[in-house]
């Protein structure tokens, strides 16, 4: 059975940062690209970036492109999303999500499984 | 940067049809994927591929995509289609991944 499970969200400051962290189990974690997408309260779907099975291809959205970073590490099936110089903007439930294709582009980005979803919270 | 637009909201009856647009330039170029979210959840993925189904989502559910609009379509609505829907493709020119606006589907 496949499993996402997110760790890592929660309250921080303008300016700060937090590491989301996103546990998969199920399936050859290196065979799939992954993607962080993020939902604002009340608000619509918001992809915030993928990254390739093998981790050597990433691109990101431009409201968080500089600031936050993807990674994965295939030896532990772990994905990861670093974010700094956090802004109120970016509070938002954030959901790991497994592609169906290794790759990240056109042929690719169903994501067919989700995780729970975490909540950051940017305030003072 | 490439625009995915879908209506706010749609009513259907149970056992109707209820039809769920998402126009964006030449969309019938685009692999459409299609998500079901309801209250609390995480998203659901229904459609792939403009007209493909995942394992385990019912026949009902069906998709379709040409010139500047793809269309999910959800067959004999039941209570439980009741759920936010959002559109999705990938744009080549800005390399980003775009989600619709998103539709609310109100069973009556």
């Known amino acids: 059975e496949v499993q996402l499970l997110q760790s890592g969200g929660g309250l921080v400051q303008p300016g700060g940062s937090l590491r989301l962290s996103c546990a998969a189990s199920?399936?050859?974690?290196?065979?799939?690209?992954m993607s962080w997408v993020r939902q604002a309260p009340g608000k619509g779907l918001e992809w915030v970036s993928p990254?390739?099975?093998?981790?050597?291809?990433?691109h990101y959205a431009d409201s968080v492109k500089g600031r936050f970073t993807i990674s994965r590490d295939n030896s532990k099936n772990i994905l990861y999303l670093q974010m700094n110089s956090l802004r109120a903007e970016d509070t938002a439930v954030y959901y790991c999500?497994?592609?169906?294709?290794?790759?990240?582009?056109?042929?690719?980005?169903?994501?067919?499984?989700w995780g729970q979803g975490t909540l950051v919270t940017v305030s003072s | 940067s490439y625009v995915l637009t879908q209506a706010p909201s749609v009513s259907v009856a149970p056992g109707q049809t209820a039809r769920i647009t998402c126009g964006g330039n030449?969309?019938?170029?685009?692999?459409v994927h299609w998500y079901q979210q309801k209250p609390g959840q995480a998203p659901v993925l229904v459609v792939y591929?403009?007209?493909d189904r995942p394992s385990g989502i019912p026949e009902r559910f069906s998709g379709s995509n040409a010139g500047n609009t793809a269309t999910l379509t959800i067959s004999r609505v039941e209570a439980g289609d009741e759920a936010d829907y959002y559109c999705?493709?990938?744009?080549?020119?800005?390399?980003?991944?775009?989600f619709g606006t998103g539709t609310k589907v109100t069973v009556l």
């Open positions: 999500a497994k592609d169906r294709s290794p790759e990240v582009g056109a042929a690719a980005g169903a994501f067919d499984y």
């Open positions: 199920g399936f050859t974690f290196s065979s799939f690209a």
């Open positions: 990254i390739s099975g093998s981790g050597d291809s990433t």
């Open positions: 030449n969309i019938e170029s685009k692999n």
């Open positions: 591929d403009d007209s």
């Open positions: 999705q493709v990938w744009d080549i020119s800005s390399e980003h991944y775009v």
